[in-house]
């Protein structure tokens, strides 16, 4: 790619993240030849749907603008007129070049080019810094833009940063930041639609494999759904570990999240109701089960299947086990480091004092040298490491995920509500609507482990939480 080749600079505004069920509503471009430009054009587009109000709010495109604006298929000649023979320049370029190939496609038009993405150029040539959105750009390298997060501002902004580079950076440098910077192409086996690869997003999701007669095969999750998506069906390179089930795929389709915890919560619910093929352990914790302290004060340390717990049960409820053999063996390790008795315990049926007294590794509690309040007392103590926390909230809340998701890709985060009761999760609100419906939804089951496992996690490195009580009628989604 030297100076004397073409190149077309293009922004997009659309009605949301994913090329396969959202629209655009304004394309930009800037085409230069031989160094020069060479054209500036841009148009509305009517998207034949209503534009999200976060996103109204993000590029300020309304629906009364694009009303009386031309539809993709009345700009579809024009438009692939102005981009043919150039090299795609994008920024997020899979974002741009996935929404306008989908576009055509709707029409019955095939666009293919070389893609170049400013976002892989940035991050090549200026490794040291950690920001390489649009905005970072346009600050690192004093660039102007005025009319950001508008189709044509921001694509006169990549040619700035593109004529900016050239006068920069040496020319061989450049070519080979530039060779790192092209998208790859990939190539579908025949047994999947060939427009999947454009619409997977980059973002956080959980994904599911449909096989012959839509049997559901797998149920995934990943922080970049295209790169797992694609490295799974053995499409990227190393191709994919489990050519079995690659082979059996014909239909993907995935629900993005803001960040991480929604997909985990998604990919843990869906996996536990919708039961896929190959999924393994998707009902590893059925048989869970959990140490309690029996409730008539004797000392016995009882096992009790996890999913009875009621929330007023995890004050006295201590590790969770997948079988009562686990729990007991580890009931057991615990007794003998600490001089338990296996007795008192329940854990071992004998006449007269237990078979670790006679050794000396038990303190008596079974003959009363030792008190059995002291003994239930260090059996609390032994346990304590294991105990699972009770709810930390009043009781049914809103989590508020912001994650790390962006409107094209470009910095600006959507953010959902987990609506979760005592270690149970009940549906993820976008709307209003969700929200209502979530808080009124019952319960079922009090404690849910991967739940429970998944937000001890998530809470460990949040430590500030944005929640809400639904108890106040007053919360709302915004």
């Given at each position: ?24 509503t ?30 109204e ?31 795609f ?38 490794p ?12 690192r ?6 009319a950001?997060?508008r ?25 080979a ?13 025949a047994n ?75 990919e ?14 998707r ?46 063996k ?11 008795c296996?007795?008192?315990l329940?854990?071992?049926q ?46 049914r ?31 993820t609100?976008?709307s ?8 009124a939804?019952?319960a ?24 809400h ?10």
């Amino acid at each position: 790619m030297d100076a004397a080749e073409n190149f077309v600079f293009v922004d997009l505004e659309t009605t949301g993240g994913s090329a396969a069920h959202d629209r655009i509503t304004e394309v930009g471009i800037v085409r230069v030849e031989g160094g020069a430009v060479v054209d500036e054009w841009s148009s509305l587009v009517n998207p034949d749907c209503p534009i999200p109000s976060d996103i109204e709010a993000f590029t300020g495109i309304s629906d009364a603008m694009v009303a009386n604006a031309p539809r993709f298929a009345a700009l579809a000649a024009t438009l692939l007129d102005k981009l043919r023979g150039a090299v795609f320049v994008a920024h997020n370029a899979r974002f741009d070049y996935s929404f306008l190939r989908s576009e055509f496609r709707k029409v019955g038009m095939n666009f293919s080019a070389t893609v170049l993405c400013t976002v892989k150029l940035s991050r090549r040539l200026y490794p040291e810094h950690a920001r390489h959105n649009l905005d970072a750009v346009i600050e690192r390298h004093g660039l102007s833009c005025n009319a950001r997060h508008r189709a044509l501002g921001d694509a006169l902004v990549l040619r700035d940063f593109w004529f900016k580079l050239r006068r920069e950076i040496p020319a061989a440098e450049l070519g080979a930041a530039q060779d790192q910077a092209v998208l790859a192409v990939v190539k579908l086996p025949a047994n999947l639609p060939p427009d999947l690869p454009d619409e997977l997003p980059d973002g956080p999701g959980v994904y599911r494999f449909f096989g012959a007669d839509d049997a559901l095969l797998y149920i995934g999750r990943s922080n970049s759904l295209r790169s797992r998506v694609l490295a799974q069906l053995g499409l990227e390179q190393g191709g994919s570990r489990d050519r079995q089930l690659a082979a059996e795929v014909r239909r993907v389709d995935w629900r993005q999240t803001a960040g991480e915890l929604g997909a985990l919560l998604l990919e843990t619910e869906w996996t536990k109701t919708q039961k896929p093929l190959y999924n393994r352990q998707r009902n590893r914790h059925a048989d869970s089960v959990t140490l309690r302290l029996a409730a008539d004060g004797a000392g016995r340390v009882e096992t009790q299947r996890v999913d009875s717990l009621a929330p007023e049960d995890l004050k006295t409820s201590f590790g969770v086990f997948h079988s009562e053999q686990d729990a007991r063996k580890a009931l057991t390790d615990i007794a003998r480091a600490q001089q338990l008795c296996l007795k008192v315990l329940g854990l071992e049926q004998s006449a007269g004092s237990c078979f670790a007294l006679q050794v000396g590794k038990c303190r008596g509690a079974c003959t009363g040298k030792e008190p059995l309040a002291l003994h239930r007392l260090r059996v609390q103590l032994a346990l304590s490491a294991l105990k699972i926390k009770s709810w930390p909230f009043p009781g049914r809340i809103a989590l508020r995920d912001r994650g790390g998701r962006s409107y094209g890709g470009r910095g600006e985060h959507s953010g959902e509500w987990h609506v979760l009761d005592h270690w149970t999760y009940l549906g993820t609100a976008r709307s209003e609507e969700d929200l209502a419906a979530l808080s009124a939804r019952d319960a079922g089951a009090a404690f849910d482990v991967d739940v429970y496992k998944i937000l001890i996690r998530y809470f460990s490195h949040h430590p500030k939480l944005d929640w809400h009580d639904l108890r106040d009628a007053t919360v709302g989604v915004s």
